[in-house]
């Protein structure tokens, strides 16, 4: 298929967007053949069907690297009492927070935990997103964990989307080894990342790096055992307080640090020597009102990508807009427009291992998506409003 008379922001080279004004697109084999100004299309290209896209904005389909899709019931209690003054970290030690998604999430049927997923899952494509990544994390035991990584593979079979996943039983402590941390990672969590991987159910490993839940020296045992498995790394660190999970993504070559609230100008430039993506997340920072920004000039300084992503979960960050997640990270975080767009889509790749997507090149998948804008700023500075026109995924309308 012929894509033409669109405006083409690829976020590819380094040209402001990657901008091809009044360009084309052409698909083959589910790949981008050749992109272009609409004057210079090969000939071969013109043999094939052609779409006049009437002046609208293309971009490459939109990628959210950080989310919590699957999960049982909901936390708008919580969310009141937050709003009453009452801590995260509060409500978290009186066994609120993650642990009570965790008692929700154990009781819920694999379908039931699929039917709910879905629901939020079709809200991000219906903004365009070609690609996803889902974590587990709110089981803290082997049946349920390998349950939730089980339905985010099922997620891709019901939707035409690809599902990345990733393993979160480092996330927190389960009740029933409150106090016995060490012992929940050595006999939960590394063997049932060995069971995970086993069956083929999980493309990287992620853990929680906070005082409420656990240290360096711990995560470090986690990510020795992934790396035994061949699985890359990534980890939440730095969002309520400073533990140097960062450092220590680094020094193990994380594909990604996320949060990042409470980081330096130094875990800035060791994440820019490993080559680690900043992912931030706006949604949790709103939601839970924080006020500690993450250094974004720092990994300007350091060239340090930064993606984007919801965070999508039931609790600090239950968002599942992955434009307004741009808009929060402009209006926030002070990212640029330019640096948000390519937030979702290149760096958002790049954050997930991923180097065949997020720019509109040769040779990369056809994920698409088709706006009713002629501006790509338009797409972080709308607030509640979706431009979506097409998506295209491998290729196919």
């Known amino acids: 298929m012929l894509l033409t008379n669109c405006h083409v922001a690829s976020l590819h080279g380094d040209t402001p967007y990657g901008a091809i004004q009044t360009g084309a697109i052409w698909m083959r084999d589910a790949k981008i053949a050749w992109v272009g100004a609409k004057g210079d299309i090969p000939t071969a290209a013109r043999e094939d069907a052609s779409v006049d896209l009437e002046g609208r904005l293309v971009t490459p389909g939109l990628i959210d690297c950080h989310t919590h899709l699957v999960f049982g019931g909901d936390r708008a209690d919580e969310f009141e009492k937050r709003l009453n003054g009452v801590s995260y970290e509060e409500i978290a030690r009186a066994g609120g927070g993650i642990l009570s998604t965790l008692t929700a999430t154990r009781q819920a049927s694999e379908d039931a935990l699929l039917q709910g997923a879905l629901t939020r899952l079709d809200a991000l494509i219906g903004e365009g997103v070609t690609t996803v990544e889902v974590k587990s994390g709110y089981g803290l035991e082997a049946d349920t964990e390998l349950r939730m990584l089980r339905v985010a593979r099922r997620l891709a079979k019901h939707r035409d989307i690809d599902v990345q996943t990733t393993y979160l039983a480092a996330h927190a402590v389960p009740p029933e080894y409150a106090g016995q941390a060490v012992a929940y990672l050595d006999e939960i969590v590394i063997p049932t990342m060995r069971l995970a991987a086993q069956d083929g159910l999980v493309d990287a490993v992620d853990g929680f790096c906070e005082g409420i839940a656990f240290s360096t020296a711990q995560i470090a045992r986690v990510f020795d055992a992934a790396k035994a498995l061949n699985l890359p790394v990534k980890l939440h660190a730095e969002q309520l307080s400073h533990q140097g999970g960062t450092a220590l993504a680094a020094q193990q070559g994380a594909l990604s640090v996320d949060h990042l609230e409470y980081a330096t100008a130094a ?131």
Not at 286 to 305: C, G, I, N, S
Not at 322 to 344: H, S, Y
């Open 267 to 397: 875990d800035a430039k060791a994440m820019s020597q490993a080559g680690s993506v900043a992912v931030l997340l706006p949604g949790a920072f709103y939601t839970l009102r924080e006020t500690q920004m993450p250094p974004v000039q720092a990994f300007r300084d350091h060239d340090v990508p930064m993606a984007l992503a919801t965070d999508c979960n039931p609790g600090s960050s239950p968002l599942a807009s992955l434009l307004l997640a741009m808009n929060m990270g402009c209006t926030l975080f002070r990212m640029t427009p330019e640096e948000a767009l390519a937030g979702v889509t290149r760096h958002a790749a790049r954050a997930l291992g991923l180097s065949d997507r997020g720019e509109i090149a040769p040779g990369q998948r056809a994920d698409l998506a088709v706006w009713d804008v002629q501006k790509p700023a338009e797409l972080a500075y709308r607030i509640g409003f979706n431009p979506l026109y097409k998506r295209i995924k491998g290729g196919v309308v």
